[in-house]
């Protein structure tokens, strides 16, 4: 069965910064690529990134570019999101999905997520 924890999430004040981590278990986590998507009071799920396997190729929404980094250590089959410079519309829900996750049609595995708020 496949499981994703999410955790790190909290209050933050705008301008600061949180690290995610997802731990993965019941798949290979190390051939899987994997996202972090975001959703938002009253809002649809919201791609943020993704990373490859080995972690050598990653993407960013462009509302997160140059703030937020994703990395993964396949050896703790552990997905982190740094993310620095927080905005107050950063506020939401950040799940981690197995694959390369666009939309939320595309979300097969998904953890139960964890809240970010940014406010001051």
């Known amino acids: 069965e496949v499981q994703l924890v999410e955790s790190g999430g909290g209050l933050v004040q705008p301008g600061g910064s949180l690290t995610l981590s997802c731990v993965a278990s019941?798949?290979?986590?190390?051939?899987?690529?994997m996202s972090w998507v975001r959703q938002a009071p009253g809002k649809d799920i919201e791609w943020v990134s993704i990373?490859?396997?080995?972690?050598?190729?990653?993407d960013y929404a462009d509302s997160v570019k140059g703030r937020f980094t994703i990395s993964r250590d396949n050896a703790k089959r552990t997905l982190y999101l740094q993310m620095n410079t927080l905005k107050t519309e950063d506020t939401a829900v950040y799940f981690c999905?197995?694959?390369?996750?666009?939309?939320?049609?595309?979300?097969?595995?998904r953890g139960q997520g964890t809240q970010v708020t940014v406010s001051s």
């Open positions: 999905a197995t694959g390369r996750v666009y939309s939320a049609s595309q979300i097969r595995n």
């Open positions: 019941g798949f290979t986590f190390s051939v899987n690529e």
């Open positions: 990373i490859s396997t080995t972690g050598d190729y990653t």
